[in-house]
């Protein structure tokens, strides 16, 4: 077993080796940019033009074409931080630890917009801006996770250190994530339970169901390519001593 | 236009306007506010790598 | 994978594993402390207290609204699919406030167990159609074909 897996275990350190990764990644984030950005505006036009207004929440539902989008991507985003926390602690891949620091800012703003969008839908449908229900709460302390793993690597000068603990924060906040997704099935909340349910019914009609799903896969592509953007500047920023980073922004000295 | 009657009936949303354009106008500046952010992170690199140019550690 | 590795790997699942469980445990355990509003059967069954304010919701039973023609007082019943509970409150309600969806309001229950309700939130449901759909299924609704359409996972 341990034989047949060490192609794999070198093929792997070796794509993940920031030289490497910085080169492939490069058509991946226009990529992604270009489609995400085509399809979110794509999206917003059909959410905001041409979807019917809802027979309960007339026009104002229309705001979660911003909102689920959002919320969905800070989870995704949260639970790719968590797998590549395992990773960074296990096998020590420095292109681990970059990626982590360089989600922060990402999954910051996700999770601060999925909460100011929801505030703003609130007050029209509920009539509440907010409510400590269990599904704000649990996505409150997703931001203050944010926020903290923000400070802690900011806070710690040694890099290792910093990215060490940084990891941690990530794997003990994980609790959050099922709580957050599960809170409206677990407990009473004010958030009505989930729309889109992979197992059971969706309960959205197509003509609003086309623009949410174009526009959460375009947030996802968005999303990536924000992340592969930054990771390549945290790339040459942490090996900015290298030869190659000096190369690559044509920055050298005397020989 | 699309579903609604008129420019006016778009922009107005049903007296929910406010909401709506507020949630899309914050996510906007968000989209921006990351771009600039990108900008920033160049910069950081750029002049770093200068700065070690400058004291000769290249 | 070389040993060291494999152990670590198998020490952070176990840890993030146990940690997750037990505190999702402790808060299910909980869960009187965690929900944000008393059902209509745990009023019933005497759960929620009598001395205080509290958070109490559920579905607006269709045809239970009864406005008085003077004042803005309104009465209605909730339901949880299980159990009922009137309410009263004496305000503007909110827009989304319609029968066969869901209502959270706080109040204090009478010795009548009547929920005096000081503040009333439109709780909407999951569902999404636009309202030609809606007024289908409402006529559907009335004619008996369908059990109500709201609400189904809703509490």
Redesign the interface.
């Known amino acids: 077993m341990a034989l047949s897996l060490t192609p794999v275990w070198r093929w792997f350190h070796r794509w993940t080796s920031p030289p490497n990764f910085y080169r492939i990644s490069r058509p991946w984030a226009h990529g992604l940019m270009a489609v995400g950005g085509t399809a979110l505006f794509v999206a917003w036009i059909w959410g905001l033009v041409f979807a019917p207004e809802d027979y309960l929440q007339g026009n104002s539902y229309r705001i979660i074409f911003v909102h689920v989008p959002s919320a969905s991507a800070s989870l995704a985003l949260y639970l790719t931080m968590a797998i590549t926390a395992v990773i960074s602690l296990v096998w020590k891949i420095k292109l681990a630890d970059m990626v982590i620091r360089q989600c922060i800012p990402v999954g910051l703003t996700l999770t601060a917009l999925a909460l100011i969008s929801g505030a703003i839908w609130g007050r029209p449908t509920w009539g509440v801006y907010w409510i400590w229900d269990a599904r704000l709460t649990s996505m409150l302390l997703q931001l203050f996770l944010f926020i903290g793993m923000w400070a802690i690597h900011t806070a710690i000068d040694q890099q290792k250190l910093a990215d060490r603990a940084t990891a941690i924060l990530v794997l003990v906040g994980f609790v959050n994530l099922p709580i957050i997704k599960w809170s409206v099935d677990w407990w009473n909340t004010m958030h009505q339970p989930a729309t889109i349910r992979i197992t059971g019914e969706t309960t959205m009609v197509w003509e609003m169901l086309a623009p949410l799903l174009l526009s959460m896969a375009a947030t996802y592509c968005v999303v990536a390519a924000l992340v592969l953007y930054r990771t390549r500047w945290e790339i040459l920023y942490r090996e900015r001593k290298t030869r190659w980073v000096q190369d690559e922004l044509g920055i050298r000295g005397k020989a | 236009m699309g579903y609604f009657d008129s420019f006016a009936d778009f922009v107005r949303m049903g007296n929910h306007g406010i909401f709506v354009w507020s949630v899309y106008a914050i996510t906007v500046l968000t989209i921006l506010g990351h771009w600039l952010g990108l900008r920033l992170q160049r910069r950081r690199v750029i002049n770093e790598l200068q700065r070690l140019k400058k004291r000769g550690h290249l | 994978?070389?040993p060291a590795?494999k152990q670590?790997?198998i020490l952070?699942?176990l840890?993030?594993g146990l940690?997750?469980v037990s505190?999702?445990l402790l808060?299910?355990a909980n869960?009187n402390q965690?929900?944000?509003?008393?059902?209509p059967t745990d009023i019933v069954e005497g759960e929620a207290p009598l001395d205080r304010s509290f958070r109490a919701?559920g579905v607006v039973v269709h045809d239970s609204v009864w406005r008085d023609t003077d004042t803005l007082a309104v009465t209605f019943t909730v339901s949880d699919n299980l159990s009922e509970v009137t309410m009263t409150y004496t305000g503007i309600l909110?827009?989304?406030f319609?029968e066969g969806?869901?209502v959270?309001a706080t109040g204090t229950l009478n010795e009548n167990g009547i929920f005096q309700a000081s503040e009333?939130?439109?709780?909407?449901?999951?569902?999404?159609?636009?309202?030609e759909?809606?007024?289908a299924l409402e006529e559907a609704r009335r004619r008996g074909q369908t059990p109500d359409y709201n609400n189904?996972?809703?509490?």
């Open positions: 994978m070389n590795r670590r790997l952070i699942l840890a993030v940690f997750t505190v999702i808060l299910i869960r965690v929900n944000l509003f008393y059902s919701g909110p827009d989304l319609k969806q869901g959270v009333v939130l439109a709780r909407h449901d999951e569902n999404y159609m636009p309202p759909v809606a007024r189904a996972g809703g509490y």
